[in-house]
T-cell receptor
Framework: EAGVTQFPSHSVIEKGQTVTLRCDPI?????LYWYRRVMGKEIKFLLH????????ESGMPNNRFLAERTGGTYSTLKVQPAELEDSGVYFC??????????????????FGAGSRLTVL | AQSVTQLGSHVSVSEGALVLLRCNYS??????LFWYVQYPNQGLQLLLK??????LVKGINGFEAEFKKSETSFHLTKPSAHMSDAAEYLC????????????FGIGTKLQVIP
């Protein structure tokens, strides 16, 4: 099966501009997650979709970040306007099953290669 | 609340030597534990996972990890390092809340010296 695909792989923008990152999860995966890694720091959770609904967006830094998942397929993460501290690698992940999966590992995440964002 | 501590942001081993990457976790509920590997310009790849079955977990590429509840540890080992093992290794913990809101450690970059 195809993996999790992210576009673009690298984006360089000026402070104040807008960037939209896209994630195509594995087909049939209801759960979609966004994570971010700032240089030198841990990978941090941003939010979680179950199909098209936001299940948990507690990790979103502020209202400059907007995530959508229309139709429960691909997802976009828009940063508007971008600030210097938004630079980092944005990872998308997906998993099978609904919330409440068993401990057998049905909800193990498959990650994409990430989108590197550089804000100048 | 959950957290992960990885001791040693950089580890160097000689080719053929034992690999030991340390991970300690904190979790208020029985944890799921994971090791991921990231090669340059690639995504995170799952090496192995612990989900309350056997405490010694075997993964891909000859890696294994042992869950020790008393020590809250989940160290990653491999008997003999290969050059191809050079990568960044990330330990992660998730709660049993039904979905995998994963908390990562800061990662350990493994260098293999010929």
């Amino acid at each position: 099966e195809a993996g999790v695909t992210q576009f673009p792989s690298h984006s360089v923008i000026e402070k104040g501009q807008t960037v939209t990152l896209r994630c195509d999860p594995i087909s049939g995966h209801d759960n979609l997650y966004w994570y971010r890694r700032v240089m030198g720091k841990e990978i941090k959770f941003l939010l979680h979709f179950v199909k098209e609904s936001k299940q948990d967006e507690s990790g979103m830094p502020n209202n400059r970040f907007l995530a959508e998942r229309t139709g429960g397929t691909y997802s976009t993460l828009k940063v508007q306007p971008a600030e210097l501290e938004d630079s980092g690698v944005y990872f998308c992940a997906s998993s099978r099953g609904l919330a409440g999966g068993s401990r057998s590992g049905a909800n193990v995440l498959t990650f994409g290669a990430g989108s590197r964002l550089t804000v100048l | 609340a959950q957290s992960v501590t990885q001791l040693g942001s950089h580890v160097s081993v000689s080719e053929g030597a034992l690999v030991l990457l340390r991970c300690n976790y904190s979790s208020s509920v029985p944890p799921y534990l994971f090791w991921y590997v990231q090669y340059p310009n690639q995504g995170l790849q799952l090496l192995l996972k612990y989900t309350s079955a056997a405490t010694l977990v075997k993964g891909i590429n000859g890696f294994e990890a042992e869950f020790k509840k008393s020590e809250t540890s989940f160290h990653l080992t491999k008997p003999s390092a290969h050059m191809s093992d050079a990568a960044e290794y990330l330990c992660a913990v998730a709660s049993s809340g039904g979905y995998q809101k994963v908390t990562f450690g800061i990662g350990t970059k493994l260098q293999v010296i010929p």
